[in-house]
């Protein structure tokens, strides 16, 4: 691997496998995202291409449209990893064990705070339950506002 600086932020390129057609024209030529219309321009060979050589295999990518298939290569060929989502699960969380620990955490600590405060079991799991709906609602609106985001971009 190798770090190249590009406005501000480190690009990280795999050296040891070779890239496709695709990669090479946007990862290194043209050093841009593609937009949807310039993949649909595409042959399907060449998008298959891209995710082959990123490990997927042959019987993964049969049977699939050239929109999910453009779907599905844009990621790989963003110099600036902005499709990489940091946070996909809620609570910050970056994978489902991180999830489970931290809401554990956090229903142990409201738990113990509310029955500091006085609060009877009753009123404890009431008060847990508003909590848990007020952090639902917001990582929906998160969610909203990064596929909008992504939306956009696009």
């Known amino acids: 691997r190798s770090e190249h600086m590009e406005s501000g932020r480190s690009i990280y390129i795999d050296e040891t496998r ?17 937009n949807r219309g310039e993949l649909m321009e ?12 990123r490990g997927w295999t042959r019987s993964s990518i049969v049977g699939i449209e050239k929109k999910e298939l453009c779907l599905k290569v844009l990621p790989y060929l963003d110099p600036n990893n902005i499709f990489v989502d940091d946070e996909p699960f809620p609570l910050a969380s970056n994978c489902m064990i991180q999830f489970v620990l931290r809401a554990i955490f956090l229903v142990v600590l409201l738990y113990f705070t509310h ?40």
């Open 18 to 34: 070779p890239l496709s057609k695709l990669e090479k024209k946007y990862l290194q030529d043209l050093k841009r995202i593609p």
């Open 42 to 53: 595409e042959s399907i060979a060449d998008l298959k291409s891209v995710l082959q050589s």
């Open 115 to 154: 029955a500091l405060l006085g609060a009877s079991l009753l009123i404890n799991t009431i008060l847990l339950a508003l909590e848990a709906i007020a952090l639902t609602v917001r990582n929906v609106r998160i969610r909203g506002q990064k596929r909008e985001k992504m939306r956009k971009m696009l």
